[in-house]
């Protein structure tokens, strides 16, 4: 299994990127909200 993922990653690497990307931009996302919710509850 833990075999496989790594031929996987290894062949597919654009895979993995594409996944790397997604975490980033959902942690810019929540970043960007919290933010803004402290931006909100300041004034």
């Not at 833990?2 to 790397?20: E, I, R, S």
């Amino acid at each position: 299994m833990v075999a496989n993922n790594l031929t996987d990653d290894h062949f597919y690497p654009q895979k993995a990127f594409t996944g790397q990307i997604k975490l980033k931009l959902n942690l810019l996302k929540a970043m960007c909200l919290v933010t803004v919710t402290s931006r909100t509850s300041r004034l």
